[in-house]
């Protein structure tokens, strides 16, 4: 362990590209140090390496396997850094909420007036970090987010960036693919207690539907589970797992570009609430609820090679001293303005907490 983060200091010293990584619910931490500072792109997806792609657009960048050293080692975290009782300040700033709830409202209009089904709409609270150390707080991350994807990306052209995200983009071998729909938010910790209203299971049932309608010319088979609560953190969401294998007419390519926005960062239809988003959130999402991971790749102990992408949620950008947070809610017909501001301050709670 002290090797590896020796490697990630040394890395970050030289203003080295680098990512490090811990898989939901594993003990094991991966990471990808760029011999060079230039900036790579993946195209198609055949690359291999990490990738980590933006909410819009198609700047997505690679750390390539060929220009980098992958190093792995077991997690031993010490308890010094729990963080769950821990009392975080909410947002407090008056213009924040008021712009926030009206943009909400906005968003219940659109979906009243029929200009989409759901939309997932956004924000960002920058807090100070004079003393960030980012071993430190990845360290509180995977020590406090076990069923998380954790990871900090670093490149010198580009920023830092970490999160800790429960949502799984897509993972694939081959032919054969897993992905999930996810929605919904509380705040707990006993996935058997927890009670989902309808308004709820209504946005999760949404975001599957949309994904099993959307893979269906590109897959030759598909099985999907029941819904379930997940564990992320302080927070409850509702979760079912989709797994298929894609027909030979398609390939990696299509399905993330079908998968991607999700509905659960985005909204339904997919165009149109990305639409609004883009022309009324007022500021730029960047790579918040893009997707990042391992494309490509063969592990050290195994032969064959597998993709494995996370959408960027529960992230934040580190930049000139600041931490840059970004929560999002999704809002449907009944959605109240004034619950969705809460909601979207408790998201901000978890991430502040390793802060």
């Not at 995200?165 to 207690?193: C, H, Q, W």
């Not at 298929?244 to 909204?267: F, M, Y």
């Not at 997707?291 to 934040?316: A, P």
Request: proline letters at 4%; glycine letters at 6%; charged letters at 30%.
């Amino acid at each position: 362990m002290i090797d590896f983060f020796i490697k990630v200091k040394q890395q970050e010293a030289q203003n080295l590209p680098f990512v490090i990584f811990k898989k939901p619910n594993k003990k094991k931490l991966v990471g990808f140090f760029q011999n060079n500072d230039h900036l790579y792109f993946a195209e198609n997806f055949k690359e291999r390496g990490f990738v980590f792609a933006p909410f819009h657009g198609n700047q997505m960048l690679l750390i390539p396997k060929e220009e980098a050293v992958r190093w792995e080692t077991k997690i031993t975290i010490s308890n010094d850094f729990s963080i769950n009782d821990i009392e975080v300040a909410g947002e407090d700033e008056p213009d924040a909420k008021s712009y926030f709830e009206n943009l909400v409202s906005k968003g219940v209009e659109g979906i009243e007036n029929g200009l989409f089904h759901k939309v997932v709409l956004s924000r960002e609270e920058i807090v100070a970090v004079p003393e960030f150390d980012l071993v430190t707080v990845f360290k509180k991350l995977i020590q406090n987010y076990s069923s998380a994807f954790c990871y900090c990306w670093y490149h010198p052209k580009i920023g830092l960036w970490m999160g800790a995200s429960p949502e799984r983009l897509l993972k694939a071998n081959k032919k054969r693919f897993y992905t999930m729909a996810l929605a919904g938010t509380k705040i707990g910790d006993d996935v058997n207690e927890v009670e989902w209203q309808p308004k709820e299971k209504e946005e999760q049932q949404i975001v599957t539907d949309f994904i099993l309608d959307n893979l269906k010319d590109k897959t030759s088979e598909v099985a999907v589970s029941s819904p379930y609560t997940l564990k992320a953190g302080k927070l409850l969401h509702i979760i079912t797992d989709i797994e298929g294998v894609i027909n030979e007419n398609s390939d990696l390519s299509a399905v993330v570009k079908v998968l991607h926005p999700t509905p659960a960062v985005c909204g339904l239809p997919k165009e149109d609430a990305k639409s609004f988003i883009l022309n009324n959130e007022n500021y730029d999402r960047s790579y918040y609820t893009g997707f990042l991971g391992e494309l490509n790749i063969k592990e050290f102990d195994k032969h064959q090679t597998k993709s494995d992408l996370y959408v960027n949620l529960r992230c934040m950008q580190i930049k000139k001293k600041e931490a840059h947070l970004y929560i999002g809610c999704g809002i449907t017909k009944d959605s109240v303005p004034a619950k969705e501001w809460k909601e979207s301050v408790n998201k901000a709670t978890t991430m502040k907490r390793v802060l």
